[in-house]
């Protein structure tokens, strides 16, 4: 018995260190250490938003060295907006605006 209880007493177990994680491009993140590892959240600068969709706001990893989920999170991308007119905006301004009546309305 005595042999058993001296080997458990030698038994260590050794978390595995996480690799550190990149920000996004044009962002952040915020990561916080817990018991056997560490989280951290993706943020992105103002006028600047996700590439794609998150899935996930938050990336944990544990006492494997392991991050979950797997992967990087994405990069920030500028805000790009289209807008669309249409013709009859267009005609309005011209009939509004156009007193002169120089302006074909096709």
Known sequence: MPLI???????????QDCIEKRPPENGAMACDDWMLGRFCSPFCNDRYDFAVVLTNSVWACGAS??????GDW?????????????PIFFRNIVLNFGTRGTLPLA
Do not use: K, M, N, Q
């Not at 209880?5 to 978390?15: D, E, H, N, V, W």
């Not at 994405?74 to 249409?86: F, K, N, Q, T």
């Open 74 to 86: 994405p990069d920030c991308a500028g805000h790009s907006y289209e807008i669309r007119l249409s």
């Open 65 to 70: 060295g392991v991050w979950l989920p797997p």
């Open 5 to 15: 209880l001296s080997f458990i007493s030698s038994l260590r177990l050794a978390a």
